[in-house]
């Protein structure tokens, strides 16, 4: 889908819902056994402002999701982001939902701070992709497959994406014999392999390895 038909998406919901300003909120790292779970927030300032190349962040490769994501961020005011993360600790403490709706709830606040900052006006309604939303301070729609469909989202998509690899690679420089850069956490026959043979890390989520150790 074009870059047009993302904001043209945006623009028909808030008139819809009679909303002045929208933002976008997705996750990324919600199935892997290792590392924090990321969201990003992605409010545009600039109605004008384009990125050609913008979609679903699982559709582009890590090269192309890097560049989008530099180009948000080096975009001078006229796209904000927010991003909020939620550790494998809370994750085990309270399950990977509530975990990821805390992310979100991070996100929101971290771009709305931003908004004061520079003295913008905050979002009205907040656009979540999937069919769940956590509780915010403003009035929020889930959008199913949001990230191939909402601007907004799909930006959210790539910010939390690109930021959460970031961090795993970070991982990978701190446990090097797991190939965190390789498989990001996520449950590949790798991963497992490192696991069985150097056991389990400060950053894995115990509660996604309750087969290994043997917990209910």
């Given at each position: 889908?074009?870059?047009?038909?993302?904001?043209?998406?945006?623009?028909?919901?808030?008139?819809?819902?009679?909303?002045?300003?929208?933002?976008g909120i997705d996750e990324a790292g919600r199935g892997p056994l290792a590392g924090e779970v990321y969201a990003g927030c992605v409010y545009i300032a600039d109605e004008n402002f384009e990125i050609t190349e913008l979609n679903d962040s699982k559709k582009l490769s890590e090269k192309k999701r890097e560049k989008i994501f530099d180009y948000i961020d080096n975009s001078k005011g006229k796209i904000y982001y927010g991003y909020g993360t939620a550790t494998e600790k809370e994750i085990d403490e309270i399950n990977i939902l509530n975990a990821t709706y805390l992310a979100m709830q991070r996100a929101y606040e971290n771009l709305a701070q931003k908004l004061k900052e520079d003295n913008l006006p905050l979002p009205t309604l907040a656009l979540i992709d999937g069919n769940r939303a956590p509780k915010l301070p403003i009035e929020t729609k889930t959008v199913v497959k949001g990230d191939a469909q909402s601007a907004v989202i799909a930006s959210a998509s790539i910010v939390a994406k690109v930021l959460r690899d970031r961090y795993m690679i970070k991982v990978a420089e701190k446990y090097p014999e797991y190939c965190f850069e390789k498989h990001k956490g996520y449950g590949t026959k790798l991963h497992y392999e490192k696991i069985e043979e150097y056991g389990i890390l400060p950053v894995h989520r115990l509660s996604f390895l309750k087969k290994i150790t043997g917990e209910k």
């Open positions: 889908m074009t870059y047009a038909k993302l904001c043209a998406f945006d623009k028909d919901i808030m008139k819809t819902e009679k909303a002045n300003f929208v933002c």
